[in-house]
């Protein structure tokens, strides 16, 4: 595939990827460019909200236990990442613009997702971008739930849904469309037969493919990666 597509953004597009063995990472590259949306969906993205629990055994049995919520900030003047981004655009909307708009993006951002597949086709097309794509439909669980919680984390949606977790599931609780996304692929032959077949249970993974997607994981650190 020296001199074929790699780079697929749409449904006719990803419908056409190749089926054969190799690696393949997700971006987010929305097809129209609107400011105030793309800060929200970085936001959802980067601003990963954390938690802590103390504990504190005493006489008797007794304990103490204190839960709070960890948010993160940046710099000396602990901003936050809606200030960095509001920041930004108003300093340099055109550039930002124009940088989602270019090839840039998967040179100079992290993949939101990255992966082995045995199929592209069957991995990429099948199980994630016609996934992702039922999930908006408006009769789907995942629309419904969201409809009545549009600020539901994935965790949550995940628990109360009784789903597990993949790629399509961290898009559509982020409210992303299938057309903003776009897909790299590494066609190779040279992937072990042992990594079994693609699916979206990852108890189902083989340890040749857990193993390899685990360097994956390391190198690219992908932003809803497996972690």
């Given at each position: 595939m020296k001199n074929e597509q790699r780079q697929f953004q749409g449904g006719m597009q990803i419908a056409r990827i190749p089926q054969?063995?190799?690696?393949?990472?997700?971006?987010?590259?929305?097809?129209?460019?609107?400011?105030n949306a793309l800060t929200k969906t970085l936001i959802s993205f980067l601003d990963n909200q954390g938690e802590i629990q103390t504990q504190i055994n005493m006489r008797y049995g007794v304990r103490l236990i204190s839960e709070s919520s960890l948010n993160m900030f940046y710099g000396s003047q602990n901003q936050s990442l809606a200030e960095i981004f509001s920041e930004a655009i108003e300093y340099g909307e055109n550039f930002i613009t124009h940088f989602f708009k270019s090839e840039a993006v998967q040179l100079f951002t992290r993949p939101i997702y990255i992966g082995i597949a045995k199929n592209l086709y069957t991995r990429v097309y099948q199980q994630h971008y016609l996934s992702l794509d039922q999930m908006w439909n408006?009769?789907?669980?995942?629309?419904?739930?969201?409809?009545?919680?549009?600020?539901?984390?994935?965790?949550?949606?995940?628990?109360?849904?009784?789903?597990?977790?993949?790629?399509?599931?961290?898009?559509r609780v982020r409210h992303i469309a299938p057309r903003d996304l776009m897909v790299n692929i590494f066609p190779t032959e040279d992937i072990p037969s042992e990594i079994g077949n693609d699916n979206e249970d990852i108890q189902s993974d083989t340890n040749y493919r857990r193993i390899l997607e685990k360097l994956l994981q390391i190198m690219a650190d992908p932003i809803c990666g497996r972690r």
């Open positions: 054969i063995s190799g690696l393949y990472a997700w971006y987010y590259k929305p097809l129209l460019v609107d400011t408006d009769d789907s669980r995942i629309s419904k739930y969201l409809t009545l919680h549009p600020d539901a984390t994935v965790q949550k949606v995940m628990t109360e849904l009784d789903v597990h977790h993949s790629f399509a599931l961290e898009a």
